[in-house]
């Protein structure tokens, strides 16, 4: 690791718009596909005007006017092409089934594409635990769209009235005479068809679903487990070269020299500058990650005395004016009733997204086109990019995403797409990057480090008179105020996503940003409020909660959990945490054994309960909730990025300890019924408890408030001792 | 230094001229094209790259081809029969023990390597025994009641 200039920050839209697809491209690829279906939307149709105001920016939007999500072809098979992508939180699955379910066909008949800039229609990118909530509705209108025109179609051909047709898997025939019967395939005969629909369709009732709602094993586990499933490292070119880059040692450091002479004596090796890159390339990676060391290259590295000890120093130093993101009464008044009033500041620390798979892509550049394979999550993003930055039209550039190897947000930003592509298009050949697990801690868009304060107060009664909140760094996610509260305010001293020139290098959301930090400070502070008010940290929520969702998962959780009332700290070492995410209700609780002697935290049970609206997937709903309470482990307990002027001292999971197999408690899930409500996120919610939920069972295994996340041993001996002080 | 190099990959027989320092890793996925063997860290810190070698589940960023000579190398694209899943290849799909699928690769193969020295695991012993494997979807509570359910159907004999 010696020079050049690295990858820019999080960028999570292109400078160039991405072109829409529009209907006579559409209408063109599906005839290339094989033919299909397309719906035109009714002129003035409500809820297509809804979608356009909904969605859109940089001049790329959702296609309103036609139907782009779906093709029958002549062998009955349904094709669902959506722009998100699959990275493990399972979307592969839940859209077949909201499309089987809205169209009438057998779950088994929808294959997905997903992710394929050429093939599906736009989208921002897949984070926020949108795709069930928000894209999942385009799909869903897409297949009643299509029944509709297909069931007009089947009346002309049976000669039958519409109402009186059955539609039964795929199948639509005359009531009470299952012999006069036309197929999808049949209809659509793998030719381009073009229908207007005059009247948008309803969607189906939840009541009448068979396929949605229903729980269904994941749809890619075969490929996944025979090594079958192709992630972008493994798309293979014929003349292929492996990349590697040469990089600064420390963020901020600027090139001065490089010698590349040595790294050319090898056989194959191919040197190429390209711009500010420099970098090495041979048909085996090994091989060019040898080239690579055999670089000499010196940079000016700045001294900037930021550690990740001095850091929050310099961030509430640097900490732009507040935002107030919710608030009501008058705070004043409320401090002058309080009989008690509790102070306290909280640290959170940068941590990384490490996904198993590192940033990868593939780049080919032939005859004006640029197709990139990337792990992304933002495929219409590294599109509109990779157009600007090689002065491409939009078209001219297509993404294709196979499978990701997790992202968590990490995948916003795809600085690896860009380099593949610059590089392909300088030397010629198809050219990957795959990025070292060392480049990947250094050019990662970390979790920021976040300090909140909070000042709040207790009336003679035990009741919160107010609640001065004060979050700096982390973002307004999950700050938001849904307790009875008469005074409050929750300040926002700079978003997750502020530019650059704060922090010591880049920042980006992960998995749920600012919601980890939010839930773990107001947890923490409550449990610190229910102490002063002699009362139980469940009850006291209880005492000044009315949202009946809320409600509805602090009981959910506790009943599944065995909960048993008791003043905190109880030396059992039971925690709570809970809030609103993604519009998803969620609730924690968890058991704790302190060793007090060497500060270690055993997580021995851990319940959580959620309430999401209907449930496309109840099994991949789960699998979620059990993802983030496992993954939550890491950042609640040992995860912090370690560096120092602009160096990571984390290269590895050596000292970057994730998560393992022995860290594992007991875990139970609980999903609240509510299908009166759409649904809602589901990849994000659970994770936002963890950092609350361990901090107060310290709390109430030890009465030590443990004020910074990791809660490492040190951490941990340190507020046992001040509890004793 | 340029040497040929054989060995048994997937029960049939393979010859190769290259460098033999190479990483099995990289020779795998590239000179093999074998990719369901992942890169993950290349320092035999996470798992992902993980192969039998002699049935012993061995990070393959770690070993040099050359030391696999005369070896028998199994990687996951080797372990389903005639189409047929391997009873670890079931469980983790009956288990939904993935996500992202990313690790899955090394998980079964190092589940594989565990239950040919310890037929009938333990709870604890499955913990114990995957250990070294990262997951950072968060399947391990599946992927551990995968590893029982394997070892159940295979009835304590070899995998």
Request: aromatic letters at 6%.
């Amino acid at each position: 690791m010696k020079t050049g200039a690295g990858p820019r920050g999080p960028e999570t839209t292109g400078a160039a718009a991405p072109a829409p697809v529009t209907r006579r491209d559409f209408l063109k690829r599906m005839g290339l596909l094989g033919g299909g279906l397309i719906v035109y939307a009714a002129v003035g149709d409500p809820r297509a005007l809804a979608r356009e105001a909904r969605q859109g920016y940089a001049g790329a939007k959702v296609p309103v006017d036609f139907n782009a999500f779906l093709k029958i072809g002549a062998d009955d098979r349904v094709t669902c092409f959506v722009g998100k992508i699959e990275m493990g939180q399972g979307p592969i699955t839940s859209f077949a089934q909201m499309a089987a379910e809205e169209l009438e066909v057998a779950y088994e008949s929808v294959d997905l594409v997903m992710g394929d800039t050429d093939l599906c229609p736009w989208d921002a990118g897949t984070w926020g635990s949108l795709s069930t909530r928000h894209y999942g509705v385009f799909v869903k209108e897409a297949a009643a769209e299509a029944k509709g025109v297909l069931k007009e179609m089947a009346a002309e051909r049976l000669k039958c009235p519409l109402e009186e047709l059955v539609v039964q898997a795929g199948v639509i025939s005359e009531r009470g005479r299952p012999g006069n019967r036309v197929t999808y395939g049949e209809l659509t005969r793998g030719q381009v068809i073009e229908r207007h629909l005059d009247e948008v369709p309803p969607l189906k009732p939840y009541s009448e679903y068979t396929i949605s709602g229903k729980p269904f094993l994941r749809r890619d586990a075969r490929q996944k487990v025979t090594g079958e499933a192709l992630y972008a490292g493994d798309i293979r070119l014929p003349g292929m070269l492996y990349a590697k880059i040469v990089r600064p040692p420390a963020h901020g450091a600027r090139r001065v020299r490089v010698d590349t002479s040595a790294a050319e004596g090898i056989e194959g090796v191919r040197v190429v500058r390209e711009g500010d890159l420099v970098a090495v390339l041979h048909p085996h990676p090994d091989v060019a990650q040898q080239a690579l060391a055999k670089i000499e290259a010196q940079y000016l590295a700045p001294q900037t005395g930021v550690n990740d000890e001095t850091i929050f120093d310099h961030l509430l130093k640097n900490a732009p004016s507040p935002v107030v993101a919710d608030q009501a009464g008058d705070l004043e008044q409320g401090r002058k009733k309080a009989a008690t009033v509790i102070e306290e500041t909280y640290f959170n620390s940068y941590v990384a997204h490490a996904p198993l798979e590192t940033h990868t892509a593939l780049a080919h550049f032939d005859q004006g086109r640029m197709t990139v394979w990337a792990s992304t999550q933002s495929p219409f993003g590294v599109q509109g990019q990779v157009a600007a930055a090689l002065g491409l039209p939009a078209e001219k550039v297509r993404v294709i995403t196979p499978f990701v190897g997790g992202g968590f947000g990490g995948k916003s930003a795809s600085a690896q797409a860009l380099e593949a592509a610059r590089l392909a298009r300088a030397c010629g050949r198809p050219v990957m990057v795959i990025w070292s697990r060392e480049e990947e801690f250094f050019f990662d868009t970390f979790r920021p480090a976040a300090v909140v304060k909070i000042s709040s107060g207790l009336d003679g009664a035990g009741r919160m008179v107010f609640w001065d909140y004060q979050v700096y760094f982390a973002g307004s996610r999950g700050c938001h105020n849904f307790y009875e509260i008469p005074h409050h305010r929750e300040s926002v001293y700079g978003e997750w996503r502020i530019g650059p020139g704060i922090h010591p290098f880049a920042v980006g959301p992960w998995r749920a940003p600012a919601a980890n930090t939010n839930v773990y400070a107001r947890d923490l502070h409550l449990n610190l409020m229910a102490q002063a008010a002699g009362r139980d940290p469940l009850a006291f929520r209880l005492d000044h909660l009315q949202d009946r969702r809320m409600r509805s998962v602090l009981k959910a959780v506790a009943e599944r959990f065995g909960y048993t009332p008791a003043k905190p700290p109880s030396g059992r070492g039971i925690g709570l945490a809970g809030g609103i995410d993604a519009e998803t209700y969620v609730a924690a609780m968890a058991e704790v054994e302190v060793n007090q002697d060497n500060g270690t935290i055993q997580v021995k049970r851990l319940a959580c309960a959620q309430e999401m609206g209907q449930v496309v997937n109840p099994q991949g709903a789960t699998i979620q909730m059990e993802g983030c309470l496992t993954m939550g482990l890491g950042y609640a307990l040992a995860e912090e990025v370690h560096f120092s002027d602009g160096k990571l001292t984390d290269t590895n999971f050596d000292t970057y300890a994730l998560p393992r197999f022995s860290w594992l408690p007991e875990i139970e899930t609980v999903l609240v019924p509510n299908p009166s409500l759409p649904p809602k996120g589901g990849g994000e919610p659970a994770i936002t408890c963890m950092g609350g939920v361990l901090a107060t069972a310290v709390h109430d295994a030890t009465g030590a408030k443990v004020t910074r996340l990791p809660m490492t041993p040190e951490r941990v001996k340190a507020a046992l001792e001040n509890r004793r002080s | 230094m340029i040497q040929a190099i054989s060995f048994t990959l997937n029960d049939r027989p393979v010859t190769l001229r290259t460098d033999g320092e190479r990483p099995l890793l990289w020779v795998l996925r590239t000179d093999l094209g074998l990719t369901g063997t992942k890169y993950g860290c290349g320092e035999g810190l996470c798992g992902a790259c993980t192969v039998l070698i002699d049935d012993q589940a061995t990070p393959a960023c770690q070993v040099s081809v050359a030391k696999v000579a005369g070896s028998e190398v199994r990687t996951i694209e080797g372990l389903a029969k005639n189409g047929r899943l391997h009873p670890l290849q079931e469980a983790f799909v009956a288990h939904d023990a993935l996500q992202c699928g990313f690790c899955t690769p090394g998980m079964i193969l190092k589940a594989y390597g565990l239950l040919v020295s310890n037929p009938s695991p333990t709870r604890r012993e499955i913990i114990d025994g995957m250990e070294d494997n990262l997951c950072r979807c968060g399947a391990q509570v599946r992927i551990v009641e995968a590893v029982q359910t394997a070892a159940k159907a295979l009835k304590g004999g070899r995998p």
